[in-house]
Structure formats: structure tokens, C-alpha cells
């Protein structure tokens, strides 16, 4: 079961006092997808990941902590028109906005995340072409970091996992497939590897279409 509890914030950028819903407990059931998106239930709290100021539209985990080396992104025009944005559903706008911050304060890892998660959200709210564009940006930021060679996932392999899904969905498979090569030559535990070639199956079909851990799991990925 899912709890939240409100918290009251204190927006460190303007001061405006606001609610939040804050996540007290949740669960899981069933499989992550490729991506690592969590089944259900957790797979619905995205809303309360982040704290998002109803007055200046300051998003970011904590809002209540504010350094003014952000001001000039949170006044900035690209993070007021994503704001202001009726294209783009608000909890993906609000991903992108806590990305945006992040990119300023230079935490990449925390954009390419920002990304992604926008594009689960616009998954769920049918806007194909804009998620296409938010993986695109997370998978250009995750692929400077591998190129860095800096991972953004705890366990080995899973970056790269992550990455794969993100081009792949994004209809860039074709820029997946040397990572993968590269990944499967490392010699991860047996479970990345068999992610790994099961994604190739799917590049190889051209299937841009979301997949369950599950699926390699079961054997089912029809790679017989
Ligand atoms: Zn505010």
C-alpha cells in the first residue's frame, strides 16, 4: 500500500509556503521495466518525487534548500516557457525543470534521470514524439557520462542497460548497438547479459515498444 503524508515546504527561492505529498511508504510488485521503471505500486508516486513551488515553479527534491547561483536558471526562458508549457503534461514539465537546475549545478546524472523520468511520465500521458525527444536527452547526457567513464547506476552494468533502453525507445537503436557489444565484452553477471542480448533481439526487430526485466526472466523473449 501507498501512504504519503503532507509536508508543509518553505520554498528557499521565494518563500511561499506550500503543501507537499510527501511519500511515507510504498511497494512493488511484479517487474521493472528494461529502464528500470518500477512496477506498481511505486510506479504511480512519481508525483511526489519532487517538491514543486505553486508560485514560482521551483522544482527540485528538497525545495525548501535554494542556492542563488540558480536564480538566473529559474528566471531564465527555457525553465519559464517548460513551466508554462500546455504541451507538456506538469509532472514531466517538472521533471524538466529539476533537470534543468541540475545541468546548472552540474550534476549530469541527476539530468539524464530528470529526463527519463519525463519521458515515463509523458509515456503515460500518450506523447510519443515528446518522450522520444526526453529519452533523446537522457541518453545523450548518460552517454557522456560512459564516455567519461563515469556510471550512473549502483550496480555495474545497469548504466549501460539504462542507456541501451533509453536510444533504443528513442529510435536511435542502431547508436545502442556498440554499447551493448561493449558491455556484453565486460562480462557482467548473467542477468545483464542476457538483458543486454535481448535487447539486440530487439533492436534487430526494431521494436521501440516498453519491455519487463520479467520477460528476460521468464525466457519468453522469443530468442529461440
Ligand atoms: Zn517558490
Known sequence: MTTFDEESVVCG???????????????AFGSPDLDTRPPEMRRSTMGAWLQRCPACGYSARKAAKFGERFRPVLDGAAYRSQLASTEYPML?????????????????????W?????????????KDELARSARGR?????????????????????????????????GR????????????????QD??????????????RGDTS???????????QGMA
Open 13 to 27: 527561492a521565494c518563500g511561499q509556503v506550500f503543501i507537499h505529498h510527501a511519500l511515507t511508504s510504498t511497494n
Open 92 to 112: 514531466a514539465s517538472t521533471f524538466i525543470c529539476a533537470a534543468l537546475l541540475a545541468e546548472a549545478a552540474g550534476r549530469r546524472d541527476e539530468v539524464g
Open 114 to 126: 530528470g529526463y527519463l523520468h519525463a519521458a515515463w511520465t509523458l509515456d503515460d500521458a500518450g
Open 138 to 170: 537522457a541518453a545523450d547526457t548518460f552517454l557522456g557520462l560512459l564516455a567519461e567513464g563515469q556510471t550512473f547506476a549502483p550496480e555495474p552494468g545497469v548504466s549501460e542497460l539504462v542507456v541501451a533502453d533509453c536510444l533504443r525507445r528513442g
Open 173 to 188: 537503436g542502431a547508436e545502442a548497438l556498440p554499447v551493448i557489444e561493449r558491455t556484453l565484452a565486460q562480462g557482467h
Open 191 to 204: 542477468l545483464i547479459q542476457k538483458i543486454l542480448v535481448f535487447q539486440r533481439v530487439l533492436i534487430q
Open 210 to 220: 516498453p519491455h519487463l526485466i520479467r520477460e528476460v526472466v521468464e525466457g519468453k
